[in-house]
């Protein structure tokens, strides 16, 4: 399958800490994608990082993408209950679709 | 504001109805996608299209088919609805730049009784 894993499937914190999510993926790919889904509702683009990109911010969020790994991880920093939510990784494999795995479920305790 | 309209929120039919899910972009844009997502399974490709009247299959095509007769709306279609369709379906037009950013709608959810 050419589309990402994340990983852990659910991740429980406190409101204040940071929180890491991890996707791996299996081929080479243009650029990879995290996405967020609150419960019952669409996807929402958060960040693009791309195959020659090391690290990326945008505001909270810091995407770090290792292709030697194939891996990529997303860290949201000083965790608010509003980020609970599924997140999803999408490598762009230059398919003309993108494929999301399963996500991760994450639950911020106010 | 990106704007990627679907028709219901949520849908009750019974099996062996034909079920139309449509979705509506505000855009010009040539991608248009239908996924189903069940839990465990993530999101699924059903179908795509690249433009009017063009589309190809994703990875579980069976027991849909796809319209696609003006450039802002695509339409799922379910011929004969089965209990196994009951699922959460969500429509995606592609972005301007990057051209592969995906703008979603906020779902149907559809049970087949």
């Known amino acids: 399958s050419q589309q990402g894993e994340e990983d852990p499937q659910a991740l429980s914190i406190q409101e204040g800490e940071n929180a890491t999510m991890n996707c791996s993926y299996k081929?080479?790919?243009?650029?990879l994608q995290w996405y967020r889904q609150n419960s019952g509702r669409g996807l929402v683009h958060l960040i693009l990082i791309r195959s020659n990109e090391r690290e990326k911010h945008s505001g909270r969020l810091r995407v770090t993408l290792d292709t030697s790994k194939k891996s990529s991880s997303l860290l949201i920093t000083a965790s608010r209950a509003a980020d609970t939510a599924s997140y999803f990784c999408a490598p762009d494999t230059g398919r003309r679709a993108l494929t999301f795995g399963s996500g991760t479920r994450l639950q911020v305790q106010p | 504001d990106v704007k990627v309209t679907q028709s219901s929120r949520y849908l009750v039919k019974r099996t062996g109805e034909k079920v139309f899910l449509e979705c509506v972009q505000d855009m010009d844009h040539e991608n248009m996608f239908w996924y189903r997502q069940d839990p465990g399974l993530g999101l699924r490709l059903i179908y795509f299209?690249?433009?009017?009247?063009?589309?190809e299959k994703g990875d579980i095509p069976e027991g849909y088919s796809v319209s696609r007769e003006k450039k802002e709306r695509f339409s799922l279609i379910l011929e004969s609805a089965s209990t196994n369709q009951t699922s959460m379906y969500l429509c995606?037009?592609?972005?301007?730049?990057?051209?592969?950013?995906?703008?979603f709608g906020a779902g149907t959810r559809l049970s087949v009784l």
């Open positions: 299209s690249y433009d009017v009247k063009m589309k």
């Open positions: 995606a037009r592609e972005g301007s730049w990057p051209k592969n950013i995906q703008y």
């Open positions: 081929t080479s790919i243009n650029n």
